[in-house]
């Protein structure tokens, strides 16, 4: 699907969890040509500042209604300048982008959904079209494993819980559910419950990511996990978003992967992950969470 811009327009938005919004946006050409997992560049902006436009998931795509939705924390000047967007106000959005999660084959058995953070954003709409088409079964099949500093940077039951899908919860802090990380939960709960997944999404911060991916190699479930990186173009152009890729190119050099162009929907296996691990954070790389 070709990318484009479209002239998009807010309709609300909503304080949904701590410096959490959600935000609707009309904008029915981008609502009909995105994919769950996809991302799109949106101009945060009135004047010149700031420059860049900002990547976001799509956290719900409403083709009928021509809706698209944004799940965003307030981090800095551009999602603080979006929190205070009034309905009415038309924004800029760049897409769709990236290559989006492929659902699984039907009758493919249980699936697990990792979130870390605002990492929920774009599992939202993947899970909803699991529940709509995916091959999962009943929605208890969908085990959906989210983590967080603290309660109250969690959604709320009703956007989950209520889905009928099975939900653990875990906080950094211990106010919400098991009190550890959520690659720990995800290792206890399989293992109690002797879980068989046949797939595993993920979306997080990257140091969630690493033990994510590590489980799934070691589980030999196949996985997709949404990586993130800086991102000043989002479309290739500036080879800003590089990760070092698992497989050396035919001259054995190390050769990078894009997470705007070959992504941001990768599989375990696809990263060196020891490498971003032991040479810290690249600057190209941000750990959100
Ligand atoms: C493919 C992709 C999809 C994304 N989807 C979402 C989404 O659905 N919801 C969402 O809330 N965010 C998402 N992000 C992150 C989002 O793009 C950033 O939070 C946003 O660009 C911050 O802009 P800002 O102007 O508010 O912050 P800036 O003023 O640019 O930065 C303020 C501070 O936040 C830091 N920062 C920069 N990038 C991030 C980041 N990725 N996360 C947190 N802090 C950051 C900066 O280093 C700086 O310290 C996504 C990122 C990518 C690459
Ligand atoms: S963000 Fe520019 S190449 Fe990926």
């Known amino acids: 699907m070709q990318k484009f811009l479209e002239e998009g327009r807010v309709l609300e938005q909503q304080e949904v969890a701590r410096q ?27 004047g010149m500042d700031p420059l860049l436009r900002r990547p976001f ?14 799940l965003y924390r307030v981090v800095g000047k551009g999602t603080w300048w979006l929190s205070r967007c009034a309905p009415g106000t038309p924004l800029s959005l760049l897409g769709p ?13 249980p699936v697990v959904v990792v979130a870390g953070g605002i990492g929920i954003a774009p599992l939202q709409e993947l899970i909803q079209q699991l529940l709509a088409k995916g091959g999962v079964g009943r929605p208890a099949d969908i085990h959906l494993f989210y983590g967080a500093r603290t309660g109250a940077e969690q959604l709320p039951e009703n956007l989950l819980e209520d889905l009928g899908i099975s939900v653990y919860r875990s906080t950094d802090d211990g106010s919400l559910g098991y009190g550890g990380f959520v690659t720990d939960l995800l290792r206890r709960v399989v293992q109690e419950k002797n879980l068989q997944p046949s797939q595993l999404y993920a979306c997080g911060p ?20 949404s990586l993130e990186s800086l991102m000043a173009c989002g479309i290739g152009a500036c080879l800003g978003c590089a990760l070092p890729a698992a497989q050396a190119d035919a001259s054995s050099q190390d050769h990078y992967l894009h997470v705007c162009k070959d992504g941001p929907i990768f599989g375990a296996e696809s990263i060196q992950w020891h490498k971003i691990q032991t040479h810290g954070a690249p600057p190209t790389i941000f750990l959100y969470s």
């Open 20 to 46: 959490t919004h959600r935000l609707r946006l009309e904008a029915p050409r981008m609502a009909g040509a995105a994919r769950a997992g996809q991302f799109f560049m949106l101009q945060v902006r009135e």
């Open 57 to 70: 998931s799509f956290h719900r795509i409403l083709p009928e209604e021509g809706i698209v939705e944004v």
């Open 97 to 109: 982008l990236g290559n989006g999660f492929e659902l699984p084959p039907i009758a493919a058995g």
């Open 206 to 225: 990257l140091a969630m990511q690493y033990h994510v991916a590590r489980w799934a190699l070691e589980h030999k479930v196949p996985s997709q996990l």
